[in-house]
T-cell receptor, first 114, second 112 residues
Framework: ETGVTQSPTHLIKTRGQQVTLRCSSQSGHNTVSWYQQALGQGPQFIFQYYREEENGRGNFPPRFSGLQFPNYSSELNVNALELDDSALYLC?????????????FGPGTRLTVL | GQSLEQPSEVTAVEGAIVQINCTYQTSGFYGLSWYQQHDGGAPTFLSYNALDGLEETGRFSSFLSRSDSYGYLLLQELQMKDSASYFCAVRPLTGGGNKLTFGTGTQLKVEL
């Protein structure tokens, strides 16, 4: 157990809808990253937040957005859902803004878009 | 860009030793990490190589050769609970932050 929690566990939406996923970082961690993991593939980096600012983004369109709150919890918002957005969404935290290869992942939210 | 290739599936028997390879094409990275992910679970950090050579952590060892663009994870004394997916990953020198680029993943099946 990493101490990183995510909600909800599972979610079903229809195409065109919007979704918000939530993540609580491990205590003392001020950096959170979000990843998308399609079935049978490795996680793909979406973006990262450090002290409430986005400081890194992967190849995802602007309809993927996020927030980080003063308590370092985070949200991932996806607008205009598409079928290909069906995936496991993982958040990961680590203790500092400095680069580190050790990410502490939450259990993920399984999103299904119909 | 970064590209990390792994065998899709490896099968071994309990008690055996298995090696999971990772070959990469990358413009530069800090080190090579390995993560384990059980079905429906979170990826968990296993091992990290910043420098070339072998790192040993209990039953798990990891190796990196930058000159060969190659690394591997070695699992000894396999147990049924080791059945999971294993991912290599790098943190690129450019792009900032803690972005990890993951490999294609290897599903390990441990049989009796």
């Amino acid at each position: 157990e990493t101490g990183v929690t995510q909600s909800p566990t599972h979610l079903i939406k229809t195409r065109g809808q919007q979704v918000t996923l939530r993540c609580s970082s491990q205590s003392g961690h001020n950096t959170v990253s979000w990843y998308q993991q399609a079935l049978g593939q490795g996680p793909q980096f979406i973006f990262q937040y450090y002290r409430e600012e986005e400081n890194g983004r992967g190849n995802f369109p602007p309809r993927f957005s996020g927030l980080q709150f003063p308590n370092y919890s985070s949200e991932l918002n996806v607008n205009a859902l598409e079928l290909d957005d069906s995936a496991l969404y993982l958040c990961a935290s680590n203790p500092g803004g400095q680069g580190t290869d050790t990410q502490y992942f939450g259990p993920g939210t399984r999103l299904t878009v119909l | 860009g970064q590209s990390l290739e792994q065998p899709s599936e490896v099968t071994a028997v309990e008690g055996a030793i298995v090696q999971i390879n990772c070959t990469y094409q990358t413009s530069g990275f800090y080190g090579l990490s390995w993560y384990q992910q059980h079905d429906g679970g979170a990826p968990t950090f296993l091992s990290y190589n910043a420098l070339d050579g072998l790192e040993e952590t209990g039953r798990f060892s990891s190796f990196l050769s930058r000159s060969d663009s190659y690394g591997y994870l070695l699992l000894q004394e396999l147990q049924m609970k080791d059945s999971a997916s294993y991912f290599c990953a790098v943190r690129p020198l450019t792009g900032g932050g803690n972005k990890l680029t993951f490999g294609t993943g290897t599903q390990l099946k441990v049989e009796l």
